[in-house]
T-cell receptor, first 111, second 115 residues
Framework: DQQVKQNSPSLSVQEGRISILNCDYT??????FLWYKKYPAEGPTFLISISSIKDKNEDGRFTVFLNKSAKHLSLHIVPSQPGDSAVYFCAASANNNDMRFGAGTRLTVKP | EPEVTQTPSHQVTQMGQEVILRCVPISNHLYFYWYRQILGQKVEFLVSFYNNEISEKSEIFDDQFSVERPDGSNFTLKIRSTKLEDSAMYFC?????????????FGQGTRLTVV
């Protein structure tokens, strides 16, 4: 089941720069997309979401972009901070139902 | 701040034994979920539960698995006869769903080790 794909297992960014995490999906029924952040030994924590009726949602340093025609979304973190270092999971749901997760991208922000 | 709580944090069990993982979802949430993450792999959906019944389940959630909401506050995952490959972090989550906020809140997870 590869409905949600994060093709980059890891990303390393310098502090203060922009982090861009990418996610692709295959199921056109998905109508709600979420990003979760996960630290070791903790459960995923919700970060930001976007409905399929929008193409952009911003929350502080975090912006999610959705390109429905390309079935692609991305998370931008500007500026990146060392505390942002974590695994980021993209997730998608259809009709308010369960989420399907991507494999995750490990972000490392270097001081 | 309301949170999802899971107990125990770590469970070690012998192969073939039954285990019950417990979760207390956020009180006004209507949808409940179990996910698991095998070490080094992706977070995988197991089952969603709404209105006292399973609303969706994955191919992982076979006859060895069951869920229950026995008393209106707890949400449990039972594995009847554990296998070595059931070793994973199991995450419970809850969401308001049904037109409310759909982001799910996760518990800290239960690490299940089958030996």
């Amino acid at each position: 089941d590869q409905q949600v794909k994060q093709n980059s297992p890891s990303l390393s960014v310098q502090e203060g720069r922009i982090s861009i995490l990418n996610c692709d999906y295959t199921n056109s029924m998905f109508d709600y997309f979420l990003w979760y952040k996960k630290y070791p030994a903790e459960g995923p924590t919700f970060l930001i979401s976007i409905s399929s009726i929008k193409d952009k949602n911003e929350d502080g340093r975090f912006t999610v972009f959705l390109n429905k025609s390309a079935k692609h979304l991305s998370l931008h973190i500007v500026p990146s901070q060392p505390g942002d270092s974590a695994v980021y999971f993209c997730a998608a749901s259809a009709n308010n139902n369960d989420m399907r997760f991507g494999a995750g991208t490990r972000l490392t922000v270097k001081p | 701040e309301p949170e999802v709580t899971q107990t125990p944090s770590h469970q070690v069990t012998q192969m073939g034994q039954e285990v019950i993982l417990r979760c207390v979802p956020i009180s006004n949430h209507l949808y409940f979920y179990w996910y698991r993450q095998i070490l080094g792999q992706k977070v995988e959906f197991l089952v969603s539960f709404y209105n006292n019944e399973i609303s969706e389940k994955s191919e992982i959630f076979d006859d060895q698995f069951s869920v229950e909401r026995p008393d209106g506050s707890n949400f449990t995952l039972k594995i009847r006869s554990t296998k070595l490959e059931d070793s994973a972090m199991y995450f419970c989550a809850s969401s308001q769903g049904l037109g409310g906020s759909t982001e799910a809140f996760f518990g800290q997870g239960t690490r299940l080790t089958v030996v």
